[in-house]
């Protein structure tokens, strides 16, 4: 059996495509979404219709754990029965929420409800998040149903792992988008393996995979000119990455995005 992860799809239907006929999967295997399946690229509807049709068809297990933007769309959605003046403050100032609202089916809908907020793979002592550990972060839910139990401050604060980028240098704490100064690290600068290997998404890194002590990124650009990427953990041999070419689509501002720490890959298995 092999682990199939995919970075980012950003609505990048081509690649994906490409990516998930190259990586040839078979019985048995699995295949995980770190989560921003939608937004920036061309056909984010579409992506969620193929990889919920590969959830339901093909010989392998479909895993999504979610993303802060498939969190942004679900509270969307629920806002617009209960909360209408709430959605309608969120949709002016992101318009992809009601236009991508108006394209999904109900089916679309309930699968990214059946997102999970993180993937553990003990096998290779791997922990799939979206964004990030902030350095704050000092125990981890074991299973998604214990996650799923957290409430109040404590189940705030766990949510940050779809969000975490920069971490206060002082306090290790989570610094959200914009809030960051010179010498604030990102979080995987300084996290020291604690709840395992962390692969994650969310940060794009236009020169390829992020490879950091205890963390990988696989947030390749896909939508900004780079590629598709996936880091494949096979049963019998090394981990190693595949990745296909992305589009050139979503604006992209590189001198807000970390130096790329490089491309050696730190991961055994266990």
Known sequence: MKTAIIGDVHGALGPLEALVAKLALGAGD????????VDKGPDPAGVVRFVRHLSESAPYDVIL????????????????ARRPKVAREMAAGAPELPALDAELSE???????TA??????PEWGVLVVHGGIPGTQRTFP??????????????????KVLRTRYVSAETGEFLALGENQPGDPFWAEI??????????????????????????GLDTAAVHGGQLTALILPADRAPYFDSVPGIDYAPRKTSDWPDHPGHNLRLSRG
């Open 30 to 37: 699995r295949l995980v979404f770190v989560g921003d399946l």
């Open 65 to 80: 754990v979610e993303g802060n933007h498939e969190d942004r769309h679900r509270r969307y959605h629920e806002n617009t």
């Open 107 to 113: 089916e679309d809908r309930a699968y990214l409800t």
């Open 116 to 121: 999970i907020p993180f993937l553990r793979l």
């Open 142 to 159: 074991e299973t998604a149903d214990e996650a799923n139990q957290w409430h109040g401050k404590q189940a705030k604060a766990f949510r």
């Open 191 to 216: 996290y020291d393996g604690r709840f395992g290997h962390v692969v994650f998404g969310h940060q794009p890194w236009l020169d390829g995979p992020a490879c950091f002590a205890h963390a990988t």
